[in-house]
């Protein structure tokens, strides 16, 4: 069974570092495309970015979200990662990570999102 | 970047109704468009891809149509659990590849 579980919700104050995971189980991790969605409460959905995990160097990002965050993984583990340097408040919001089988192609699989509420 | 429009912004249906979701691109996306339902406090669930083929799981009733600008989900028989917000995403184009702001069926 394909399975993506993404690490707790998170309480930060503004200018703090975060690093959230998502972990994949039952399918060939390096293999599928694993992207980042954010969705900020009571909104639609927005893609943040993708990598493939078979070869960490093929990262690409939206232009709303290039700067300001980084999508990492580490396929050693099955676990791709989403991480801020310098949280503000605007990213209050649901992050989800979902698996996609090509570049060209939906994502079949979700995460169950991780809330992360920046407030000082 | 590829703007996704959806119509109509709520859609009232009795149990048992058919309804019809409407999701229009800026520009051509092809077949590359899909379909994902969200219920409240839930991640989204790919329904369609490819604009017409059902993901796996996916009943019957739930069916997709159209190519390159204009595209339609439709549900033939609503069910108590098809209530949620429905999403069109298009995955021909990156960066970024763009979702619709969403069609939400509630009950009339």
């Known amino acids: 069974e394909v399975q993506l579980v993404q690490s707790g919700a998170e309480v930060k104050k503004p200018g703090e570092s975060l690093k959230i995971s998502c972990k994949g189980s039952?399918?060939?991790?390096?293999?599928?495309?694993i992207g980042w969605v954010r969705q900020m409460p009571g909104k639609g959905l927005e893609w943040m970015g993708i990598?493939?995990?078979?070869?960490?160097?093929?990262?690409k990002y939206s232009p709303s979200f290039q700067g300001q965050v980084t999508i990492s993984a580490d396929k050693s583990i099955s676990t791709a990662y989403l991480q801020w340097s310098s949280l503000k408040a605007s990213d209050t919001a649901m992050y989800y990570c979902a698996r996609r089988w090509g570049f060209i192609a939906p994502a079949d699989y979700w995460g169950q999102g991780t809330l992360v509420t920046v407030s000082s | 970047e590829i703007v996704m429009t959806q119509s109509p912004a709520t859609l009232s249906v009795s149990p048992g109704e058919r309804a019809t979701l409407s999701c229009r691109a800026s520009q051509s996306v092809t077949s590359n468009l899909a379909w994902y339902q969200q219920k409240p406090g839930q991640a989204p669930r790919l329904l369609i891809y490819g604009a017409s083929n059902r993901a796996t799981g996916i009943p019957a009733r739930f069916s997709g149509s159209g190519s390159g600008t204009e595209f339609t989900l439709t549900i033939s028989s609503l069910q108590s659990e098809d209530f949620a917000v429905y999403y069109c995403q298009q995955y021909n184009n990156w960066p970024p590849n763009t979702f619709g702001p969403g069609t939400k069926v509630d009950i009339k």
């Open positions: 039952g399918y060939s991790f390096s293999s599928y495309w």
């Open positions: 990598i493939f995990p078979g070869d960490s160097d093929t990262t």
